[in-house]
């Protein structure tokens, strides 16, 4: 072995050749172990308080320490991407850049499709709200997406009254005193360059009135969810539900 120095200048000479053919040993390898399931993107907070580290910030989690980007796939939870990033810096900041690596990976190494989609043999991804805008072009032409919708702003009382009075709502009964109902409306994304990138929101509301201890309440809790998607129309909020992610 050469000493140190000289060590770290022929890595640093090689680096981008050795880093493409560790990829390709890394896809040979997992391409014979993935089973179908979909991609998870998900960034989570590392603890780095009392330390003098480079770029060690506040994180969301409240701690002091980095916010790294996390790509996972397949029922083992395979991880493609790792990316580490200031804990100050948000989630979606530069996040294209490891998506450009890691679904590409991801479609390479899946045959057939996720979830209630495996019969169009393209990718299902899933993530939050804070990777929309940054993933939007690289889902589009690997496959579909589901991103978590944030309803923090939504009047949910004034949203269940709507749909209480609404005769059209369809209305399931999980317990005594535990209903639910789901509906969609068609959305409009901007998409790569302006061009059209149709989707829709597929919506699920809980009510109860009778908690799961037996206990009646004074007034009805609702819980409000909903999810951007680009699967096909042809999935009925029910169906989309029933995807194993989401299904409860």
């Not at 089973?35 to 998870?40: I, K, Q, S």
């Not at 294209?96 to 991804?125: H, I, K, M, Q």
């Not at 949203?159 to 789901?182: F, I, M, N, S, Y």
Request: proline share 7%; glycine share 10%; with cysteine.
């Amino acid at each position: 072995m050469p000493p140190g120095p000289t060590l770290r200048q022929r890595f640093n000479i090689q680096a981008s050749d050795w880093c493409e053919l560790a990829a390709q040993f890394y896809q040979a390898l997992l391409g014979s172990r993935i089973e179908g399931r979909p991609v998870d993107l998900d960034p989570f907070a590392v603890d780095n308080s009392d330390t003098q580290k480079k770029l060690v910030g506040r994180t969301y989690a409240g701690v002091d320490g980095y916010c790294p980007l996390a790509v996972y796939l397949g029922r083992l939870r395979c991880c493609l991407e790792l990316a580490l990033c200031p804990g100050v810096q948000h989630s979606a900041r530069e996040s294209e850049y490891n998506l450009e690596r890691a679904l590409p990976l991801a479609a390479s190494l899946v045959t057939g499709l996720l979830s209630v989609a495996c019969r169009f043999g393209l990718l299902l991804c899933q993530a939050d709200a804070g990777n929309l805008r940054p993933g939007r072009g690289l889902w589009a032409r690997n496959g579909f997406s589901i991103i978590k919708w944030n309803p923090r702003k939504t009047p949910v009382e004034t949203v269940a009254a709507a749909r209480a009075g609404d005769a059209g709502t369809a209305w399931q009964t999980l317990r005594p005193g535990k209903r639910e109902c789901a509906w969609h409306e068609a959305l409009e994304l901007a998409g790569v360059g302006g061009a059209s990138n149709p989707a829709r929101r597929v919506y699920r509301l809980i009510e109860r009135i009778i908690d799961k201890h037996g206990n009646a309440l004074l007034l009805p809790e609702y819980v409000l969810e909903g999810w951007t998607t680009t699967l096909p129309g042809r999935f009925s909020p029910a169906e989309f539900l029933a995807v194993p992610c989401l299904a409860k």
